[in-house]
């Protein structure tokens, strides 16, 4: 199989190229590709040490770069190797300068400035990594979304994803035989959702978690049968509170976290209006 290379060439941390070309290559099957970051590109001299890269193994070049200077000698140094060369956030920018009618600032990772939202998003990490797994319950109250599943729902993963949007989200384990924390039932200003997955899905999952702790043996955290018996439980309990239900089969952490999101966006409409 033919190997491709692919340049991701930004002036910030390079976060956004990487995204967006991972979200683009898994729409090519069969298709093997090697991509190389380069980012805190901000200087002529550091562009002319990463096109050396791309000389020695040519492939297509991706960029975010605002510098209208290291721009054009990007795109001639591209065009001297001819390799083929795209300014990922072009379109979108001036669809918004054109909306919005301002011209962009120019300034190379103002997405990651410390502003307000920078430490809102902080805050928010800070949050969730002191209520993963049912913790400080205490507290329970002052999350924007709780959520509620049995074990390996991926509850603490969907937590660490919405809590880089800025949302403080806990996360609390259904373990059989042991009740639930009375902050979860109070927790009036919340938006509990309950996760729930497919029993031979979750079967597969949580013997893998075993097998990495070295602990090869049936137990009951393994067998299909009492999982479909924790999921029936679990699924009646959402029901019953009246909490809205993700099935996270099939779903990705990102898919997730986003259906949690238009929840939670739609809740705070609501309670605006």
Same mark, same amino acid.
């Given at each position: 199989?033919?190997?491709?290379?692919?340049?991701?060439?930004?002036?910030?941390?390079?976060?956004?190229?990487?995204?967006? *070309? %991972?979200?683009?290559?898994?729409?090519? =099957?069969?298709?093997?590709? %090697?991509?190389?970051?380069?980012?805190?590109?901000?200087?002529?001299?550091?562009?002319?040490?990463?096109?050396?890269?791309?000389?020695?193994?040519?492939?297509?070049?991706?960029?975010?770069?605002?510098?209208?200077?290291?721009?054009?000698?990007?795109? =001639?140094?591209? !065009?001297?190797?001819?390799?083929?060369?795209? *300014?990922?956030?072009?379109?979108?920018?001036?669809?918004?300068?054109?909306?919005?009618?301002?011209?962009?600032?120019?300034?190379?990772?103002?997405?990651?400035?410390?502003?307000? =939202?920078?430490?809102?998003?902080?805050?928010?990490?800070?949050?969730?990594?002191?209520?993963? /797994?049912?913790?400080?319950?205490?507290?329970?109250?002052?999350? /924007?979304?709780?959520?509620?599943?049995?074990?390996?729902?991926?509850?603490?993963? +969907?937590? &660490?994803?919405?809590?880089? %949007?800025?949302?403080?989200?806990?996360? &609390?384990?259904?373990?059989?035989?042991?009740?639930?924390?009375?902050?979860?039932?109070?927790?009036?200003?919340?938006?509990?959702?309950?996760?729930?997955?497919?029993?031979? !899905?979750?079967?597969?999952?949580? %013997?893998?978690?075993?097998?990495?702790?070295?602990? =090869?043996? /049936? +137990?009951?955290? +393994?067998?299909?049968?009492?999982?479909?018996?924790?999921?029936?439980?679990?699924?009646?309990?959402?029901?019953?509170?009246?909490?809205?239900?993700?099935?996270?089969?099939?779903?990705?952490?990102?898919? +997730?976290?986003?259906?949690?999101?238009?929840?939670?966006?739609?809740?705070? !409409?609501?309670? *605006?209006?």
């Amino acid at each position: 199989m033919d190997v491709y290379q692919l340049h991701l060439i930004s002036d910030a941390t390079g976060e956004t190229l990487n995204s967006v *070309a %991972r979200a683009c290559l898994v729409l090519f =099957e069969g298709v093997e590709v %090697r991509d190389h970051l380069w980012p805190l590109v901000r200087t002529s001299r550091q562009l002319q040490q990463v096109m050396s890269e791309v000389e020695a193994e040519p492939g297509m070049v991706i960029f975010t770069l605002v510098d209208g200077g290291l721009r054009k000698e990007l795109e =001639e140094s591209c !065009r001297r190797l001819n390799v083929p060369c795209i *300014a990922v956030l072009d379109p979108v920018i001036a669809a918004l300068a054109s909306y919005l009618g301002v011209e962009s600032s120019g300034r190379p990772g103002r997405q990651h400035a410390m502003d307000a =939202e920078y430490f809102s998003r902080i805050d928010a990490m800070n949050y969730v990594l002191a209520h993963d /797994d049912g913790q400080s319950t205490v507290d329970l109250g002052q999350a /924007d979304v709780i959520l509620v599943g049995v074990s390996r729902t991926s509850k603490t993963p +969907t937590s &660490v994803y919405l809590a880089n %949007r800025g949302i403080k989200a806990a996360n &609390v384990p259904i373990v059989p035989g042991w009740p639930l924390p009375p902050e979860l039932l109070k927790a009036q200003d919340a938006l509990i959702v309950g996760l729930t997955e497919n029993p031979a !899905r979750l079967v597969q999952i949580r %013997r893998n978690r075993m097998q990495m702790l070295q602990e =090869e043996h /049936d +137990t009951d955290y +393994t067998d299909l049968d009492r999982i479909k018996q924790e999921v029936a439980a679990a699924q009646r309990l959402f029901k019953q509170q009246g909490w809205p239900i993700i099935d996270v089969t099939r779903r990705s952490i990102e898919e +997730t976290a986003a259906a949690i999101l238009k929840l939670y966006q739609q809740r705070q !409409r609501e309670q *605006a209006s």
